[in-house]
């Protein structure tokens, strides 16, 4: 079982940024691929970026060269550097957790955190 809990969210400026951070439980945290997503008010739930136990990433064509993730697996903790924000980069931003490869399926990560707002003001 694994918990995770995000942190970092708020109200931005457009053109500003923001980092989000996902700690998490366990102790075979490097074994899991990470993975952000976020959801928009009466939108479904979209992928942002991921990335693998060992740190490939894969972003999204919507976030490329402005979002960032990372990871520490001695803290258990990934992070999500969110620069040059967008009023279209508001959304509820979750964590996401599953054995294995990354994916940009939501459907296949196991564990979610509870989400953490970010809304960008134009």
């Known amino acids: 079982q694994v918990q995770l809990v995000e942190s970092g969210g708020g109200l931005v400026q457009a053109g500003g940024s923001l980092r989000l951070s996902c700690a998490a439980s366990?102790?075979?945290?490097?074994?899991?691929?990470m993975g952000w997503f976020r959801q928009a008010p009466g939108k479904e739930r979209e992928f942002v970026v991921a990335?693998?136990?060992?740190?490939?990433?894969y972003s999204a064509d919507s976030v490329m060269g402005r979002f960032t993730i990372s990871r520490d697996n001695a803290k258990n903790t990934v992070y999500l550097q969110m620069n040059s924000l967008k009023p279209e980069d508001t959304a509820v931003y979750y964590c996401a957790a599953r054995s294995g490869r990354r994916s940009v399926a939501a459907a296949e990560y196991d564990y979610w955190g509870q989400g953490t707002q970010v809304t960008v003001s134009s």
């Open positions: 990335i693998s136990g060992s740190g490939s990433t």
């Open positions: 366990g102790r075979t945290f490097s074994s899991y691929a």
